[in-house]
């Protein structure tokens, strides 16, 4: 491993002359309109209503005002420059994803080290020679067009791709010749929330919704999603509505076909959690689409087929999912029989070479066991170490397939592994300038308020003191049965090398331990999650690992919206707080894009009088206080971010600053061109980093020398 010689990490250094710069910001006037609602006789002030539409004039002048403030702030922390410049050097190292199998080709992405976008590459054969076969780099100027999925017809004569651009949901559909690399004259607009499912090389099924007519098309809701079959060669105003719309009103459906594309699999739900399953016989015209599982109590897709034998993946009867089987002439619930049963542990399963594999999550760490088809077991994987793996999945003629590991101190390597011997070889490591040795990563548990025990990973450097003045980053999410596993960053070892500790508990809400875990942190018992998220920082007060002069909460999207609720509840827990892309405005979430999906977690305010109590309680934008200190925070957001719209942040910025005491700064950085997240080119993901970990340690009075 190269030595590091461009930051000594030492942090010792207290500015002795440092004062906050906060008392000398001035903030831009924020307007207040007159904006009242009024739910179940209460009346709820909204004054900021008017920054919820992006782009009017008035709140484009506010967002170019706000980030001359931020960015000004910014770029008078004298180290910042300098770890902007650790963190180009760190990134700058070869990334290879995991190669992919179509026709005669294997297809795989790599990043050189600084392109905004990977590259698709591929070769002839396993050991044929790589060459570019897409590259979105030459689709804008910027890096501001990105990949959001792809697809292969079956034998790799034509391949799909979506683009978004600025970071939006929306997508545009191109069609390619892989031996020519030419388009063909098939673009489909106005696609959202839809992968690609190839019906041959004849024509493709996807989803999307009407989009909006009102001009603020990024922030207004959308209903009813639509699955439709395009013809190739045909335009797409004669698409075949196949499911969905008015006559069967889902807010989200997809499709995909079992891998003999004998079957159209369509899953329709209304929220983000919960399910129906139907099937259709495409060998068959005009066959009907049958139900498998109607109502949303439950999750199943169709994992794999032996002609009318049908494998279903399910958490229906089991919380923490099964596999079973049952056949397409019959395949309702009533017939099912376990494949593999459940057991203690979360399980994602998924097939290739005639074998199924099954991932568990073992307080949140990756074992995996490989079955027949007949759910006789062979073998469990051996896996590097403690960590996340993933991929194991490909077609049933596959004699080897590559998969992922990684770990908090572990750079995402891929491995091939044979699945008739069970041999793991490396295929592929990074070269980055980290040596592992030089830290370790620790699970502990620890008691919420109410009692209940809840995992957390502690990453540092060895030979940290624990003398409660180390700075230390906590992350968290804790919503919509997501669960946060063990995974390298770049970008954090900025923060680690620099003396930081990075903290990640697995809070109620995700799915870490089943239906239950994640149940007791929605709705009514949402407040489990914030009570979880301030037990494990004071866990790391009583442990001495830092305390609240040291301490940065973080999370993005329903994290954003944790430490929102956080910060406003407990001001005193932390010195820093980075609410990113957060859903901050809890009485109006589900009225804008497909926020109404996200009720299962939520609930409404539309709901109930109690239910409206609940969610004003902790909604962050009505939690703002006067004449309260809050941390040091800088809120993040993309003015393209459709998933979850900029006026929550934008809302939340504008009470922080009015009601605001204290000395630290209240900032909103808002990123223009940007989204939600995916697809962020590179030159900005290094800008926002730098800015990050730039305000946490100055505004800790620490110096990165």
Do not use: C
Request: glycine share 8%; charged share 25%.
């Amino acid at each position: 491993m190269k030595k590091n010689v461009l930051i000594t990490g030492i942090l010792a250094f207290v500015f002795l002359d440092m004062m906050t710069q906060a008392q000398n910001l001035s903030y831009p006037q924020t307007q207040k309109g007159n904006q009242v609602d009024e739910y179940f006789g209460i009346k709820v002030a909204d004054p900021y209503r008017w920054l919820e539409e992006t782009d009017t004039p008035e709140t484009r002048a506010w967002i170019e005002a706000q980030n001359k403030v931020t960015f000004e702030y910014l770029a008078q922390i004298p180290f910042r420059e300098k770890i902007e410049e650790r963190l180009r050097t760190l990134w700058n190292y070869e990334k290879v994803g995991s190669p992919n199998k179509h026709g005669e080709y294997y297809y795989f992405y790599k990043n050189d080290g600084l392109q905004n976008q990977y590259v698709l590459y591929r070769k002839k054969g396993s050991d044929g020679k790589p060459e570019v076969f897409l590259d979105p780099n030459k689709l804008s100027d910027n890096g501001t067009v990105s990949l959001g999925g792809t697809a292969f017809t079956k034998d790799g004569s034509l391949f799909a791709y979506l683009t978004s651009t600025g970071g939006s949901d929306w997508r545009e559909i191109f069609v390619m010749d892989t031996k020519t690399g030419k388009l063909i004259e098939d673009k489909l607009i106005d696609v959202k929330f839809s992968g690609v499912s190839w019906k041959g090389k004849e024509g493709f099924y996807y989803s999307s919704y009407d989009r909006p007519k009102d001009e603020n098309y990024l922030t207004a809701k959308t209903q009813y999603h639509k699955l439709y079959y395009h013809q190739l060669g045909t335009p797409q105003s004669e698409d075949k509505l196949i499911f969905g719309g008015e006559a069967q009103p889902r807010r989200y459906v997809g499709a995909y076909l079992t891998e003999d594309e004998r079957f159209l699999v369509i899953s329709a739900s209304e929220s983000t959690s919960g399910n129906e399953l139907y099937i259709r016989d495409l060998s068959k015209p005009n066959s009907k689409i049958i139900p498998i599982v109607t109502g949303f109590d439950s999750e199943q897709s169709v994992l794999d087929n032996e002609g009318e034998r049908l494998l279903i993946y399910t958490n229906l009867n089991a919380s923490k999912q099964r596999v079973v089987e049952t056949t397409f002439k019959n395949p309702v619930p009533s017939t099912w029989k376990d494949v593999i049963p459940e057991t203690e542990n979360v399980l994602s399963a998924s097939t290739a070479g005639k074998k199924i594999f099954a991932s568990y999550l073992v307080d949140a760490k990756t074992e995996v066991k490989q079955y027949d088809r007949k759910g006789k077991l062979e073998r469990t994987i051996e896996l590097p170490g403690l960590g996340t793996a993933g991929g194991f999945g490909g077609e049933e003629t596959d004699k080897e397939l590559y998969y992922s590991f990684t770990s908090f101190t572990y750079p995402s390597a891929i491995f091939k592994y044979d699945i008739a011997s069970g041999k793991s070889t490396l295929y592929w490591k990074p070269e980055i300038d980290f040596n592992s040795e030089d830290y370790e990563t620790k699970q502990v548990f620890y008691s919420s308020k109410d009692g209940t025990k809840v995992p957390m990973f502690i990453t540092y450097k060895k030979g940290i003191e624990l003398n409660g003045k180390n700075p230390t980053y906590l992350y968290a999410y804790g919503g919509f049965n997501v669960s946060l596993t063990p995974s390298f960053s770049i970008t954090r070892l900025v923060w680690l090398e620099n003396g930081g500790i990075y903290a990640q508990p697995n809070l109620r809400g995700g799915g870490e331990y089943g239906d239950e875990w994640h149940k007791a942190g929605t709705q009514m018992q949402k407040q489990n999650v914030f009570d979880d998220f301030i037990a494990a920082a004071e866990y790391l007060f009583e442990e001495k690992y830092t305390n609240p002069d040291y301490l940065a909460i973080a999370g993005g999207s329903n994290g954003g919206l944790l430490v929102g609720a956080t910060m406003t509840q407990r001001p005193d827990l932390a010195k820093v707080a980075f609410p990113a892309v957060g859903v901050l405005d809890m009485l109006r979430y589900h009225t804008f894009t497909a926020g109404a999906g996200w009720a299962y977690d939520y609930g409404t305010a539309n709901d109930s009088k109690e239910m409206f109590e609940y969610l004003k309680g902790y909604s962050p934008v009505h939690n703002v206080k006067p004449s309260t200190a809050y941390p040091a925070t800088m809120v993040t957001t993309g003015d393209h971010d459709d998933r979850v719209v900029p006026g929550h942040s934008f809302k939340f910025a504008a009470n922080l600053q009015a009601y605001h005491t204290g000395e630290d700064p209240v900032l909103i950085r808002i990123e223009t061109e940007a989204g939600h997240g995916a697809g962020t080119p590179t030159s900005k993901q290094i800008e926002q980093w730098a800015d990050i970990w730039s305000f946490a340690f100055y505004n800790m009075g620490l110096k990165v020398e």
